[in-house]
């Protein structure tokens, strides 16, 4: 028997705006029931793939392919009504003059007592029974963006593309509703290709991130491997402030003033930088002038004069002015730590936790 082909097949997709690649041999595979965000900045390509993958653009080069059909390539363009694909945006896009039963079932085929019990199933599902004569304007934001779901997923597209669907919602409705949206989607085994500039929300939905950059995919995989192994700073900054110490490559190490870090594969001379996570600096306290003992862990201590010291509800934020060079490192805490600016601490590097990139 054949493999069964992934749900999405996105095969060195291309667009050019006045001769600039704004999509640049963007390539993606989404299962049925997987969930793919594309995450990056604004402008770096993210909407236009999704509208490529709609319909509603024509790429200037490569495939798009659904359950193994082409729907788009050289001199193939299928529209997109025969897509098999549901959309949802950040505005609801509700018809206004529609009961939400008339919204759910507008795309819906076939004879009436099919359709309203698929209306009912998709109203149940998105726990807003009862709600079917209602119109949109007598519900609240996170009424409607669940309606909107339930209106996407009524024919039951193979593929579901979701540009931002939950900035317009208020921060509290938002981690609920994408909670329940994720479980229908999940359940109804449907592809998903995700746009968001968000890393919190990526972290939170996706089996798989695609971080976009200038039209590209810079790096693609499951949240743990992107946030834990970046491949250049850029990746590692879009989720998280990062600290960066610069040093020279000399054999396989590079000193600095926390010590030697092994930096295996850098050319001699070469100006490395080792990046770190303000959770992953340890904070230690003055000693009479002197910091903790070394580790192998840990390597060498350096001081440092707080700077600010802030309070963020889950974790205490820390700004040092180190004494080797003058520079700032941010350590973060979790909980209440709050001291004083002036005060000398002293800081560790975790070697485990640190990345190693070439200097730029
Ligand atoms: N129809 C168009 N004509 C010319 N340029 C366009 C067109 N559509 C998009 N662009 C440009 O292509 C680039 C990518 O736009 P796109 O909307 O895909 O980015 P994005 O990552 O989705 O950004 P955002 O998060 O701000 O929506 C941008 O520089 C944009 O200005």
């Known amino acids: 028997m054949l493999p069964t082909p992934p749900r999405l097949v996105v095969d060195h997709l291309s667009r050019f705006f006045a001769g600039r690649a704004v999509v640049d041999d963007v390539c993606l595979e989404v ?22 993958i709609a319909g509603v653009d024509r790429p200037d080069g490569g495939r798009i392919l659904i359950d193994g059909t082409e729907v788009a390539g050289p001199g193939r363009h299928v529209p997109p009504e025969h897509r098999s694909v549901g959309l949802m945006f950040q505005d609801f ?4 003059h529609l009961t939400v039963t008339e919204n759910v079932a507008f795309g819906l085929k076939g004879d009436r007592a099919a359709r309203m019990r698929r209306v009912d199933e998709l109203l149940e599902r998105v726990t807003l029974s009862g709600f079917g004569k209602k119109h949109p304007h007598e519900l609240s934001g996170g009424e409607q963006q669940r309606v909107a779901l339930a209106r996407a997923l009524a024919p039951r597209p193979k593929v579901m593309l979701m540009d931002e669907p939950f900035s317009g919602l208020d921060n509290r409705l938002r981690d609920g509703i994408r909670d329940t949206t994720l479980d229908i989607l999940k359940d109804e085994g449907t592809a998903v290709v995700l746009v968001t ?5 990526a972290m939170r939905m996706a089996d798989e991130i695609a971080l976009m950059r200038g039209g590209r995919i810079m790096q693609s995989g499951a949240p743990y491997n992107i946030y834990n192994t970046p491949v250049d700073k850029a990746a590692a900054a879009f989720f998280s402030d990062i600290n960066v110490i610069r040093g020279t490559s000399r054999g396989a190490l590079t000193e600095t003033p926390f010590g030697a ?3 295996p594969g850098q ?17 230690d306290f003055d000693r009479a002038g002197r910091g903790p003992s070394p ?6 201590p350096a001081s440092g004069t707080v700077i600010r010291a802030r309070y963020l509800g889950r974790e205490s934020l820390v700004e040092f002015r180190m004494a080797f060079d003058g520079s700032t490192l941010t350590a973060s805490v979790p909980g209440v730590f709050l001291p004083k600016p002036g005060t000398t601490l002293w800081l560790m590097i975790r070697r485990d936790k640190c990345f190693v990139f070439p200097a730029k």
């Open 197 to 201: 500039h968000e890393p919190d929300e």
């Open 93 to 96: 896009a509700l018809f206004p």
């Open 295 to 300: 580790t192998p862990l840990e390597g060498t």
């Open 261 to 263: 870090f092994l930096t």
């Open 31 to 52: 299962a049925a029931g997987q969930v793919t965000c594309l995450l990056g900045p604004s402008g770096c390509g993210k909407s236009t793939t999704l509208r490529m």
């Open 267 to 283: 050319a001699d001379g070469a100006a490395v930088d080792i990046v770190i996570r303000p959770q992953h600096l340890k904070i």
